[in-house]
DNA sequence: CGCTTCTTCGTTTTT
DNA sequence: CGAAGAAGCG
């Protein structure tokens, strides 16, 4: 076993956070702001806990997002020994995948499961749509992407049908009872055909908490010590799970910071967090003010960004990291200028030193980088982009993937549908009619050369498709074979289909290297789903993997990360705030909790960006004006701010 | 079934 | 503006 140093407690922990590491059963709850060391007291109690015997699979460290899963699971991992590469966690998400693998029969629900993304989830509300013959030319009914929406809402917030409705989708009110029909036959479906999508996975583990009671107690008597990071962004649902887990042993810590809460559109309140003291009354609460992440003159500005909510806890922040330069802030003339002036930056930066994975680049949403990016790569400036269209979302993955899913889930019937209307000449009906024998009638992959298919055009592609499958088929396949075999099939599939197929060659061949990495065709699909290389398409290709490269990234896919210099980009209204959320209160507060989020990223450099003039989308182009109010509100702002040009 | 043409509607963030 | 959906034709 590789050996580090011992970990000096007293030395690297300050007096509260040592409290916390130290105080090892019981409830406890850190609330504290940005860079207090939340996360560091967290992995601390990890490598204090498995020192003193307990066994780190029982250790359970949860959190909302995969990035700060990542992170927290790493910086864990570093610490003591190899014991604590052991521990238990990752996001909510991903623990409910491996606990329902295996106790999913218990509600009659198969263990081998696909997990639908958002477009298949789409794909199957619209086929229940058309069955129900809900649409009339007439009528206003809310199309796929609404009514995904709001099952999602329902289901994360716990609020009734009725309410969301009201409250988010006045205009479909009256349609209130022909969405709740399409709820229920999509929950039916689901279960008919052995798929869940990412609210399943919470809501399935919660309710086997809930109902079943020896399930319940094994696993809380597996993680005797139970760790949830970003509580503040954990939902009704999610908190439910973490509070069952501990049932058996009250051993549950979670830290977070209600200045940093950013989910609420998928029903995490920064109340919340207040609800955990209630829940145990006996909690040791603990509150940091120092800040180790960033310098004085950061952490200034930051202080005055969030002193402007409205509803806070959490303090003024102070920081003893030597120097530091004032956060610069930057007026270029226009958008493009704005790309031009941060290359500048960044390029000066690499030339002092900087190495480009210290370096990031935040925005709202995914698009306002667009123009950056354009500059970064005329500029030769490798990045790594978080957000935009993903690798596993282009079609011909899809296409891909959607062979392996029912190879492993023969009932997967969007994976199917996906699969027919590729085949010339099979369109939604015909693609109906087979899955009906394959599902519905249980014949499986035979099903597919019937003979009432097979004497039609297409009966050959079927019988070719069936011979495909079953080929890959025997057991014990590796993800790697599987995955060779089926593009052996799908390649003149695909180059009949799109003109660029010879570019989305390279990407069927990325599957395979990633496939490389899996010993099971079930871990290979639900961490495409659930983990997907996050890394936008355009990217991939040409960056080797583990290069040094600089970041863009959505601000929301930030949270718990930190770097040496961070450029916040668009800062105009409009942008951040989002226009969005102009007219309503709670939104508005939110947007500045996303603009501290952003600027508590920076240790070192922290540079602010609102060009003077910004056309937003083009055509629903509203109040994008000045710079940001979150700027304006801000008294000192001039002091507190370098104005460069 | 697969194609074209016309109309309508919503717009962000994540798993 | 672009995507989704309705409608119509061969
Ligand atoms: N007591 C300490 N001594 C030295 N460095 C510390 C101490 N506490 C925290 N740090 C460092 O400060 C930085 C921020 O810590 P950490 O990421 O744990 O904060 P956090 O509270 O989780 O932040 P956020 O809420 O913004 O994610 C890290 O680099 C961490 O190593």
Redesign the pocket.
Known sequence: MERRPAIDYEKDLNPRQLQAVTTIEGPQLVIAGAGTGKTRTLVYRVAYLVERGVSPESVLLLT????AAQEMMRRAATMLDARCALVTGG????FANLVLRRYAPEFDFSSRFTIVD?SDAEDIV?LIRTELGL?G?DR?F?????LVNIFSRVVNTGKSYEQVLEEEYP?FSDELEAIAQVAAAYTAYKQRHAVMD??DLLVHLARLLREKDTVRKRLSNDHRYVMVDEFQDTNPLQAEIAYQLASEHRNIAVVGDDAQS??S??GADFRNIMDFPKRFPDCLITTLEQNYRSTQPILSLTNAIIANAREKFTKQLFSQLPGGRKPVYLRPAGTEQQAVRVVQEIRRLRGDGVAAGEIAVLF????HSNELEVMLKRGGIEFIK??GLKFVESAHIKDLLALLRVLFNPRDGVAWYRIL?LI????????KQIIARIVGAGEGFEALTHKTFAKRKYGKDLGALRAALEQVGEPGVTPTTAVTALMDHYRPIMEQKYDDAHKRVNDLASLIQIADNYTSLEALLSDLT?EPP?QALAGRAAASDGADRIVLS?I??AKGLEWHSVFIIHLVDGYLP?S??FYKTD?LEEERRLFYVAATRAKENLYLSAPQTASG????NPDIGGPSRFLHEIQDLKTLTKRVN
């Open positions: 909302f997002t995969r990035k996001t909510f998400h991903s958002r619209n649409q030319k206003r809310p199309r796929k992407s609404a205009q990412y609210d950013i989910y559109f998928r709202r949403a995914a698009w978080y957000g209307l010339e000449g099979i369109g939604p009906t015909s693609a659930l996050e959505t929301h896919s989002s969005y959320a939104s989308n083009s055509f629903y």
